[in-house]
């Protein structure tokens, strides 16, 4: 049986409550080997940076440490003392408009976070402390962004963590976010938070409701929405996901106070912290992220119709394979290594959707009278989807607006991305009849991740040899070898990542490591008769 087909399928009531020490060892260093890209551009462009959009996130930060909370109206800082970078770059720019703190728009999340290092570069009277420690944020966020897209992939698919370390490869793949996660932007801080927002009400679904489950669910909503506004469609998703799947298990009117209770809790506690900022953009712009008003001053021209932009796979296609293929790189036909990729897995996905209906068909009626309510996967996935869809539509309309499409704005579905591509190419593997499915899993999972890291690594060369070219690698006279340090060790837990499922196999006598339902070795789902048996 599939492995897309288990993913279908109800979690086994056996699964392991956590990853094993071994798979979390690999999604770390997965994720260390992202971050360590996104690192070095954020120590080697202190003194060459993007005026246009680092210079008003920055300024967010300078305003609230002031205490002040910025709007789209205010200028940036133009003080050539304390922040000469800033005020430098906001008089190279012709307009007036283009001297704004037109990032104001967002929650304030990330710039409070910047407050600190505009204290300390105040302290130290060194102005590059504040460039580099809000850029040094963004980087390490996007690394926890990739680990916690592992996680996510593990409560889809908790026995198969091969799963969760193509997803986790996947995810950090990817050179051009990473690239972009190394300067001074609020995405990677935000899509992390609503990672961990989705990571929490998923294992909750599967674990149980605590005490302690609720309120990092709680928290984690609050961080993704008081940092961007897609964090807000999250809230809403994983706490209308929470109330639905938690009622059509217990349907009696207790379980009916008890979902709506904890729906409140989960979407009420991140509403009453932070929904005062979006009241506060619809009356001074008229609407909830000040996208209008926006769009007015900066005189975007509309392109498109909203439905044109959605009904146009070019566009679409296109902005899909940039993720993977840099500027420098575009009509090289890289693109046509991430558009078979992604057909393979596409094709594991639907193998997989037809061997599920075909065993639904054939055992229908094994289990009279089991409730029919949804599995964490399939709550997973359609809570990911939903969420994807609605960023998509977002997006379509932006772009019909005149707005500029960036790779970064992608960054929010890559935890569907990552997890969909992995179990549909898995899906491929375990049709392949050779040896035993645990262990294919794990080979095919190590080799098609090296194969994504080393292509990451590549483009993101050529990336570092492109600002080199342009002479805009200045890097800090204090950190120097820092940043080369830093690429050489997340090359180094590149390569552990890969090579650890293959080297520290569990032994078969039930030693540490051993349990068949942790790590990677859990027996395939084709051995579960249990989990796909168990209704959708």
Not at 58 to 74: K, V
Not at 234 to 252: E, K, P, Q, S
Not at 441 to 459: K, Q
């Amino acid at each position: 049986m599939s492995h897309a087909t288990a993913v279908l399928a109800s979690e086994s009531t056996d699964a392991p409550a956590r990853p094993s020490a071994r798979l979390v060892a690999v999604l770390a260093l997965l994720a260390a080997f992202a971050a360590s890209m996104s690192l070095y551009f954020a120590t080697t462009h202190a003194l060459s940076y993007h005026a246009r959009d680092e210079g008003p996130n920055a300024s967010y930060a300078i305003s609230l440490h002031a205490g002040d909370l910025p709007t789209i109206d205010s200028p940036v800082a133009l003080d050539r003392d304390r922040f000469p970078q800033i005020a430098r770059g906001a008089n190279r720019e012709e307009l007036d408009r283009h001297r704004m703190i037109w990032t104001a728009n967002h929650p304030p999340l990330y710039y409070l976070l910047g407050v600190p290092w505009v204290a300390l570069a105040d302290a130290l009277d060194n102005p590059q402390v504040l460039i580099t420690g809000m850029r040094v944020m963004s980087a390490l966020a996007y690394g926890a962004l990739v680990f916690l897209v592992g996680l996510i992939a593990f409560e889809v698919t908790p026995r198969r963590p091969a799963a969760a370390m193509l997803a986790t490869a996947i995810t950090a793949s990817p050179a051009v976010l990473a690239v972009a996660a190394g300067f001074i932007m609020n995405d990677s801080v935000a899509v992390a938070a609503s990672s961990l927002t989705v990571l929490a009400t998923l294992r909750i679904l599967r674990l149980g409701v605590t005490r302690n489950r609720m309120i990092v669910m709680a928290v984690a909503g609050t961080l993704a929405a008081a940092t961007k506004a897609p964090g807000v469609i999250t809230v809403i998703m994983c706490g209308a996901a929470l109330g639905v799947t938690l009622l059509l298990r217990d349907r009696t009117w207790k379980g009916f106070l008890r979902a709506t209770w904890l729906t409140a809790i989960a979407t009420g506690v991140p509403g009453l912290a932070i929904g005062w900022f979006y009241v506060r953009n619809i009356v001074l712009y008229g609407d909830p992220t000040a996208s209008s008003a926006l769009l007015e001053r900066y005189q975007r021209v509309q392109v498109d119709t909203w439905f044109e932009v959605m009904t146009a796979p070019r566009f679409w296609h296109g902005w899909y394979d940039h993720l993977w293929v840099p500027l420098p790189l575009r009509g090289t036909g890289l693109h046509w290594v991430i558009d078979t990729i992604t057909l393979v897995a596409l094709l594991g996905l639907a193998l997989g959707v037809v061997a599920r209906l075909r065993d639904h068909g054939r055992e229908h009626g094994l289990v009279v009278g089991a409730p029919r309510t949804p599995s964490v996967a399939t709550v997973g996935l359609l809570v990911l989807i939903a969420h994807a869809f609605v960023i998509i539509v977002n997006l379509a309309q932006f772009r019909s607006g005149g707005g500029n499409p960036h790779e970064r704005y992608l960054m929010t579905i890559m935890p569907l991305v990552a997890i969909v591509l992995s179990v549909g190419l898995l899906a491929i593997v375990d049709a392949v009849p050779w040896g035993e499915v645990r262990r294919r899993e794990e080979i095919a999972a190590a080799i098609v991740s090296a194969f994504l890291l080393g292509m990451a690594a590549a483009t993101f060369a050529v990336s570092v040899r492109t600002q080199i070219r342009v002479g805009a690698d200045v890097m800090l006279p204090e950190l120097r070898l820092v940043p080369y340090a830093v690429l050489v060790a997340g090359g180094l837990c590149a390569l552990a990542a890969v090579a650890l499922p293959l080297v520290w196999r569990p032994r078969a006598d039930g030693g540490v490591g051993v349990e068949p339902l942790r790590g990677f070795s859990g027996p395939g789902f084709a051995d579960v008769e249990g989990t796909l048996r168990a209704p959708l």
